[in-house]
């Protein structure tokens, strides 16, 4: 059975930072591309970052970069996604995803909800004061 759990969620003052994780099972990660979504009240879900199975292209969405950052162990399973200088604007449930690319080699990520098949069930981030 798939599986993705989140966790790391939590309350943070604003400049502060967490570290999210994204635990697997029920399949070979080592083949997966996995991404970190997040979505506030009453918007569209959007990117935060991706990860392709070869560890070497990540992608940052643009609220994103210089703040964020998404590295996978395979060995344990998981993805992590440390996020720093958090603001207000980072409040949102965050979701990582994996689609299957069949490759240990691929460079390949996206940044799209519909790139991916797999959901975790999210958690939340709340930065406030």
């Known amino acids: 059975q798939v599986q993705l759990v989140e966790t790391g969620g939590g309350l943070v003052h604003p400049g502060g930072s967490l570290r999210l994780s994204c635990i697997t099972s029920g399949f070979r990660l080592n083949t997966h591309a996995v991404g970190w979504f997040r979505q506030a009240p009453g918007k569209q879900r959007q990117a935060v970052a991706c990860?392709?199975?070869?560890?070497?292209?990540?992608i940052y969405a643009d609220s994103s970069t210089g703040r964020f950052h998404i590295v996978r162990d395979n060995t344990r399973n998981t993805v992590y996604l440390q996020m720093n200088s958090l603001n207000a604007d980072d409040s949102a449930v965050y979701y990582c995803a994996a689609v299957d690319l069949g490759s240990q080699m691929s460079e390949y990520c996206g940044l799209m909800p519909d790139d991916y098949r797999y959901w975790g069930q999210g958690t939340q981030v709340t930065v406030s004061s």
């Open positions: 990860i392709s199975t070869n560890r070497q292209s990540p």
